[in-house]
């Protein structure tokens, strides 16, 4: 490995001209492909599944059989002063923002209060009638608002779905048309809406209105994305140019360690582009992910020259004897972590194995830029400057480095029980972690957007649906009464749980008809006694020129018919356990419909199902990799097991404590448990190699462990303050998977500081102690 090592410096320095010209060529190739084909953002549900995946095609049968399925709705709350929404002026908003939203290109179908149509009969003739005939002459006659009151009371249809039950509250419910993989038309529809709304200075005349639906959902996450990536990364950049400063003293210092990063960057994300990978909910999260692993790995490198440029050795021997000294630890750190990320991909979800396979990359890619341009650049460097070379012999983290080993094997015991305890604790507490990987938890509680869907959950029990497709087993088998019968005992069942509202189906629609047929009777509010009924009930409803044509309840064939029941906003694991619920109960009473769960609200909860069994798969599939890297590095099963331990456990506590504290994790703490565990890992590799290594001469137990901090102490603390301080600006970003994996990441990296530094140093103390000659062929040659 020296051999290696030496050659490899030797190439890099002798040929650092032709080194920075290729990073340039590399940089300027990646830029150009992400400006020709930058990445879109997507947050659309089927993103995350994997073709031929169950959810994912009962989802694609749904829009097969019934059309368009998502949903956008206006809440709308009557003035205080105003008795109800049936006020001359409110309708007229309606009508309006009805109009707009029928006139927009994306739109398919709206329904409102200001177009509501009713059925019944007039002189024993059965019609279909708009609820108001003329909004412009609304506010001249006051008993066309009576008269619509008192029908709108009648309508089973439009209560608790249109309009409240207590009539002080509407929506307007719009379908837009669905396009595969693409959130752009999301973000135009729901602009043009807001700017409208904005526009008309609706809120000013005292009304309160309210936005929800996937659209809306999709429009907050690429604007907020947006927002969050325009200041997050910058500010970043800044705390860390200051931390570099402030470590290094110098200002070459303080710009060198960008050329790693934003090679790294820039390359990767080329790479993004150029395999078409979306902006989602994970790679949004890369870019800091790469800064904060670019500057870490940096860091050590830097500290590595000017440590030997501060003993007087020539600018171009120190920028060899750094890449010998770092080829190998730099490798394996290198390698632990793209391991790391890589052991996501076992998470059958496409944007996790997306991210996956981009971090991984870079992990590695900043390896080979770390051992090529930055000691490249570095051999261009001057002289030390008197002030670095005081840091490094006399400043604050020199004498906290030396003073560790001191006081770690005073306190080792100690150490080693609140260890064990910790140890311990986080073991039992982690087993009752809890997944949320609900959409609407990517908004905070605060935010106008958690606010309406609060306000949608108490009014209308939920803009979320789940759907249902019910096979009746034959063409036409939809007017079946034994069938339908069937669908309406399900039907009941789900209206009759908690979480639910009033379901919608073709059902409704023939009692409706049934009862406008017999005169208005309430009493025929019930389903076609016989097949032949239906049919000609169905045909007396088309005949009287509706606007509903019932294409969204019954495929072509009437065969299938659709059942849309709205739910309140609830927890993934909740969500889970209700459809679980729900459709055992289809399936043990009525198998014979082949009923499909399916639904943009199902396919972000099947998300839950896939972090749930990826998220234990992941970690243990990383930690027996990065093990048996440790073993093949050191060569010695305790150097491994010791190496280990102070990079894992405090992920295993900060899962523990999320967990007593009542903290849900989500998506953002795949890439916290696989980024820490690499980064921890990082730091533990160059401590415990500066120790083999000076085993290997012969050192004792103490002498090593001085050796190893004086080495590789100072880049461990000041490595660890980049990461801490910099995620922690994500602490103040706009989604919440960004501040979780700005907490948690600033939390264990804190704790692996500690684990590093203070708990590594006294596990050597105990387990390695002088007692025994340290066996030659166990540790790796360098």
Not at 184 to 207: C, P, R, S
Not at 417 to 437: E, G
Not at 569 to 574: A, E, K, L, Q, R
Request: net charge negative; proline share 3%; aromatic share 10%.
């Amino acid at each position: 490995m020296e051999a290696i090592s030496r050659n490899w410096a030797n190439f890099v320095i002798n040929n650092r001209v032709l080194v920075l010209i290729i990073t340039l060529l590399a940089m300027i190739i990646s830029v150009g492909t992400i400006v020709t084909n930058p990445p879109p953002y997507n947050n659309s549900s089927e993103i995350w599944f994997l073709e031929g995946d169950p959810d994912l095609q009962a989802f694609y049968e749904m829009q097969e059989k019934f059309g368009d399925s998502e949903y956008m709705a206006v809440g709308i709350a009557a003035r205080p002063e105003d008795k109800d929404v049936f006020e001359p002026e409110t309708i007229k908003m309606i009508a309006m923002i009805t109009e707009m939203l029928e006139d927009h290109e994306i739109v398919t179908q709206v329904r409102s209060l200001s177009k509501y149509q009713y059925t019944h009969n007039d002189n024993d003739m059965m019609t279909t009638d708009d609820l108001f005939e003329d909004i412009d002459v609304i506010d001249e006659n006051p008993q066309i608002m009576d008269d619509a009151r008192q029908i709108i009371l009648g309508e089973r249809l439009a209560l608790d779905n249109v309009v409240s039950s207590d009539l002080k509250h509407t929506r307007i419910v719009a379908r837009t048309e669905y396009i595969a993989g693409e959130n752009e038309h999301k973000v135009k529809v729901v602009t043009d809406l807001m700017n409208f709304l904005e526009d008309k200075g609706y809120k000013n005349q005292g009304y309160e209105l309210h936005l929800a639906g996937v659209q809306v959902f999709g429009e907050r996450f690429e604007t907020l994305s947006k927002k969050d990536q325009a200041w997050i990364n910058p500010t970043m950049s800044l705390i860390m140019i200051f931390i570099l400063f402030f470590t290094f003293r110098s200002i070459g210092g303080m710009l060198f360690p960008w050329i790693v990063i934003g090679s790294c960057i820039a390359i990767t994300t080329g790479i993004q582009a150029a395999f078409g990978f979306a902006f989602t909910a994970m790679t949004t999260a890369l870019a800091p992910t790469l800064m904060i692993i670019g500057m870490g790995v940096s860091v050590h490198v830097m500290n590595e020259f000017y440590n030997l440029r501060s003993k007087d050795i020539s600018v171009r021997d120190a920028a060899i004897k750094t890449i010998e000294n770092l080829l190998q630890p730099i490798f394996f750190t290198a390698l632990t972590t793209s391991i790391g990320f890589a052991a996501l991909a076992v998470t059958e979800l496409v944007p996790v194995r997306e991210y996956a396979a981009l971090a991984s990359s870079a992990s590695l890619i900043i390896f080979i830029f770390s051992m090529t341009a930055l000691p490249a650049v570095l051999s261009y460097s001057k002289k030390i400057s008197k002030r670095t070379q005081k840091a490094y012999q006399s400043d604050w983290a020199t004498k906290l480095t030396n003073a560790i080993p001191k006081f770690t094997y005073k306190n080792r015991k100690l150490i080693g029980i609140v260890s064990l305890i910790v140890f311990v604790f986080s073991i039992f507490t982690v087993a009752n972690i809890r997944v949320d990987s609900n959409v609407v938890r990517y908004f905070k509680q605060d935010s106008w957007i958690s606010k309406d869907m609060q306000y949608f959950d108490d009014t209308f029990k939920g803009i979320a649906n789940i759907e249902y497709i019910l096979d009746s087993g034959s063409e036409g088998g939809a007017k079946d009464p034994v069938f339908l019968k069937k669908v309406e005992t399900f039907e009941t069942y789900l209206e009759e749980l908690t979480e639910s509202e009033k379901a919608t189906t073709l059902l409704d629609f023939l009692k409706q008809i049934r009862q406008a047929f017999t005169g208005d009777n309430e009493e025929y509010y019930l389903l076609p006694e016989n097949s032949d009924m239906s049919a000609q009930l169905l045909l007396m409803y088309e005949n009287t020129g509706p606007e509903e044509d019932l294409s969204d309840l019954k495929d072509f064939d009437n065969r299938y018919v659709r059942l849309t029941l709205p739910i309140v906003n609830m927890t993934s694991n909740v969500m889970l356990k209700f459809m679980n619920k729900t459709d055992k109960y289809v399936q043990e009473n009525f198998g014979e419909m082949n009923a499909k769960l399916t639904g943009p609200t199902v396919m972000f909860a099947a998300q839950e199902k896939y972090v749930n069994e990826g998220l234990p798969k992941s970690f243990a599939l990383a930690l027996t990799l990065i093990g048996l890297s440790f073993f093949i590095l050191f060569r010695s099963a305790k150097y491994g097991v010791l190496a280990l331990i102070p990079s894992v456990v405090p992920i295993i506590m900060a899962g523990g404590v999320a967990t007593l504290i009542g903290i849900d994790l989500d998506l953002g703490t795949l890439i916290v448990g696989a980024m820490t565990m690499g980064i921890a890992v990082d730091d533990a590799i160059h401590v415990v190699s500066r120790y083999v290594i000076a085993r290997r001469r012969g050192l004792g137990t103490d002498n090593a462990v001085r050796e190893a901090m004086n080495e590789a102490g100072r880049a461990v603390i000041f490595t660890s303050i980049i990461l801490v301080i910099g995620f922690g600006t994500m602490l103040f970003a706009s989604l919440t998977p960004f501040i979780n994996i700005g907490l948690f990441t600033a939390v264990i990296m804190g704790l692996a500081l500690i684990g590093d530094l203070i708990v590594l140093p006294a596990l050597l103390y105990i387990f390695d102690n002088d007692e025994g000659e340290l066996v030659e062929s166990r540790v790796a040659t360098t």
